[in-house]
């Protein structure tokens, strides 16, 4: 068994490329991690719970290597009508989908590695180290000024790791250009200024963010008005960037994507049944938990309010009368301020 010949049986499994880091190199992402919250203080605890992931043999002291690997998703075909409502990412987020192509090959490569007689661990939902850090020190692409990992297919791509009881190493001489100096488009169009500076992130404010893990109480939200028509993450960085210009290739079709998609628009998310929503679209999208499924409705009536049309009027009409407080609230302060502006 030789470092190569992983590399060339995850190209052969469909990752784009594959690289073998010492653990150790990892070790200086604790000085990027205090370098960001030296500039944004406020998210000392959001960045605090990842200096783990700077020494991850401190949690798996038999961890020698990092393999890690890079996989491309811009090759799918994507619903048209969902452009700037979910991001690109999680429509075909493979991580906890056991149909797709992907996260069957994630699952052939981890039983490779362990076949070959190695202690092997992933953790596919958030990795088991800095995976960004990581695929940079082995030399598979660049950090851009948004903060993504991009590749020759830019930042379309999503990245997994393993750790490994061998002491290995395969890197590659990254070929990636940097950003111009001059280029602040990424910056310029964060609907929230959350990027606010080149590599620099404010969680708190990050549409991704708030439409998932946070953003329980849009009424009172600054930002609210600032999200656009977004109810599950943000692309707005990604699809303005240069480096992104003809990376993505629409050649296969994502399993299920299709019918799923035909589930969402803003409408129909605020007065599906709840049923639906449970079975059909939290499995898919699941940083927001079956406990927050309201999270849906809420999301979808802020896109109505901030780029409002006639059609809307029954959607927010029907939250108003909800069973659920959230629901009913935001279908209230929605109505408020369409109202407001002598839209209804």
Not at 132 to 145: Q, S, T
Request: charge should be negative; hydrophobic fraction near 35%.
């Amino acid at each position: 068994m030789t470092a190569q010949e992983i590399v060339q049986t995850a190209v052969a499994l469909g990752y784009e490329s594959c690289g073998i880091i010492p653990v150790e190199d990892v070790a200086d992402y604790a000085e990027k991690l205090s370098e960001r919250i030296e500039r944004k203080p406020t998210d000392t605890k959001a960045y605090g719970r990842f200096f783990g992931f700077a020494q991850p043999q401190k949690a798996h002291p038999w961890a020698k290597s990092i393999v890690v690997c890079v996989r491309r998703y811009g090759k799918y075909r994507m619903p048209e009508h969902l452009n700037g409502h979910v991001a690109k990412y999680y429509q075909v987020d493979a991580r906890r989908d056991e149909a797709s192509v992907d996260h069957q090959a994630s699952l052939a490569f981890d039983a490779y590695l362990k076949g070959l007689g190695l202690q092997a661990l992933t953790e596919r939902k958030f990795g088991v180290t800095a995976l960004r850090w990581a695929a940079y020190k082995a030399g598979l692409g660049i950090i851009r000024r948004n903060n993504f990992f991009y590749t020759d297919s830019g930042s379309w791509v999503n990245l997994e790791a393993w750790l490994i009881d061998e002491a290995l190493e395969y890197q590659h001489e990254n070929r990636q250009k940097p950003c111009p100096p001059d280029c602040s488009r990424c910056i310029d169009i964060c609907p929230t200024k959350s990027l606010s500076e080149p590599y620099t992130m404010s969680k708190a404010s990050c549409v991704s963010n708030l439409t998932t893990w946070e953003g329980d109480d849009l009424p009172n939200d600054s930002h609210s008005g600032q999200m656009g028509s977004w109810i599950y993450g943000c692309d707005a960085c990604q699809d303005v960037c240069p480096f992104n210009v003809n990376r993505w290739e629409p050649l296969e079709e994502y399993p299920g994507l299709e019918k799923l998609a035909a589930l969402i628009n803003l409408e129909q998310i605020v007065m599906m049944d709840e049923n639906i929503l449970l079975e059909r679209i939290q499995p898919k999208f699941w940083y927001v938990g079956p406990e927050r499924i309201w999270k849906w409705r809420v999301n979808a009536l802020n896109a109505m309010c901030n780029a409002y049309e006639d059609k809307y009027a029954t959607a927010i009409a029907h939250a108003c009368g909800s069973e659920n407080e959230k629901v009913r609230e935001m279908g209230l302060w929605v109505r408020e301020q369409v109202t407001k502006e002598h839209l209804l």
